[in-house]
């Protein structure tokens, strides 16, 4: 117990002294930390926060302490950007929406991001292997929106910790035994061009799930996609589009939820 006490007054030391720039490293994690001595590894990652913060300074006031913190600097695009390492992404934990797509990733790490609602990585070059896990999303549990597609080194993702997700994108990647439960605010899933041959959904609320262009040595057969329909009581509406996309049961159905 000591030990535990001790850990948590370095914790709330760390905090008092927020924004110093000697303690920025070991304080990043904390939201009042100014957001200028925030670093990457990576040049291109490192520029395109220095972009987010520019346009930070040009457009929002500073916070209360005097500087902009990194629970300002909420969006960070940084697509086509030419990053090859953003596994020290976590740095600026304050991001509510983060856009990797295009680059030449290879790994991903999230670290700790408890804002973060929305990611997308297309096409981020993501691989991940059975023996060698490389796409680590455990750590933004708040995310509400996740484009992980063109990615076609991943097998498999693991979206448990992931309750509040609405939208879900894993087409072209090579996810086969997709498990993706008890999400009750889940509305759109696409798994188009895998080579899927199970889907878990119960305690779902889905209304459009994409399955066009499963490929592979199986794939759903037509008495599996029908089970789909059994999946929950709520399901009763679900649209399954397949392709060629000429499904008119889907044609009533927008690209957002209601709200």
Known sequence: ????????????????MAGCSEYSVL???????????????????????????????DNVLPSPLGFWTISQITILACDDRGIVSADDISNASGV??????????????????PFLEELDVLAGDLMSLELDDNVNISGATNIHALNLSYNGGITEIDLAPHSKLR??????????????????????VSLALTPLVSLDLNGTLLEIIDLGGIYGA????????LT????????????????????????????????
């Open 218 to 225: 199986g794939g759903l057969d037509g008495a599996s996609l």
């Open 96 to 113: 509510v929406s983060l856009d990797l797509s295009n680059n030449s990733l290879g790994s991903l790490d999230l670290g700790y991001m």
């Open 1 to 16: 117990m000591r030990k535990l006490f001790n850990l948590a007054s370095i914790s709330l030391f760390l905090v008092s």
């Open 27 to 57: 304080s990043f994690k904390n939201n009042t930390t100014n957001a200028q001595n925030v670093t990457f590894a990576d040049p291109m990652l490192q520029e395109c926060w220095d972009d987010a913060v520019a346009d930070a300074e």
């Open 167 to 188: 939208r879900i994108d894993l087409s072209y990647t090579k996810i086969s035994d997709a498990i993706i439960t008890g999400k009750q605010d889940l509305w759109f």
């Open 228 to 259: 789909l329909d059994d999946l929950d009581s709520d399901l009763e509406d679900l649209c399954i589009y397949m392709a060629p996309y000429d499904d008119t049961d889907c044609s009533g159905f927008d690209l957002e939820p209601a709200t």
